[in-house]
């Protein structure tokens, strides 16, 4: 934790990176993003620097990262896609002004418009998940098997049985917490 705020959960994949700015949505919910500052943050570390953002930018963002979950772990669980979800995603995604550049190194990046705007960050964001939702990518949603956080999660292991959104957090807890449990459980041995 830096400067009073919870570290983010970065993952490879950038819409469900962005969901997870709200984590333990099933327990005590954590939000990594309360500020406009956080979300200039969490897009710079992602990518996206922009120069600033308002309140009512981070109430976009916000919205955005919401319809994302929703809709993912509809596709997740193959329920039908929210419409309002996929409304909000839809609109993101048109109204910003990025391009997919090439890098010397033959990577793939998103460019902002010359304004660097946070619409224009969330519609790279937005157009991810709709590559994902839509099943263009190789690998499968999936939701964290923890209890406190089910975050949907874009499995892209060789097996497709990915059962924790980060090992280094929901599945440490949960291998920790089955290990308590069996100690408590043991029965002890007669001295």
Known sequence: MRDGFPDFRLGAVL??????????????????IPTPQRLV??????GLAVASCTTAQLELARELRESIHAAATAAAVQDALPA???QVINDCSAQGR???????????????????????????????????????????????ASPTCQAAFFDTSQSRTRRWCDMNTCGNRQKKARFIANQRNRPRSAE
């Open 98 to 144: 990025a391009a997919a550049v090439l890098t010397p190194d033959g990577k793939r990046r998103w460019q902002l418009g010359s304004a660097s705007c946070v619409e224009d960050a969330l519609s790279v964001i937005a157009a991810d998940a709709i590559s994902i939702i839509a099943g263009e990518r190789d690998g499968k949603l999936a939701l964290c």
């Open 15 to 32: 819409a469900t990176s962005f969901t997870g700015t709200l984590s333990e949505r099933q327990g005590n919910a954590v939000e990594r």
């Open 84 to 86: 309002s979800a996929v």
């Open 41 to 46: 943050d969490w897009l710079a570390v992602s």
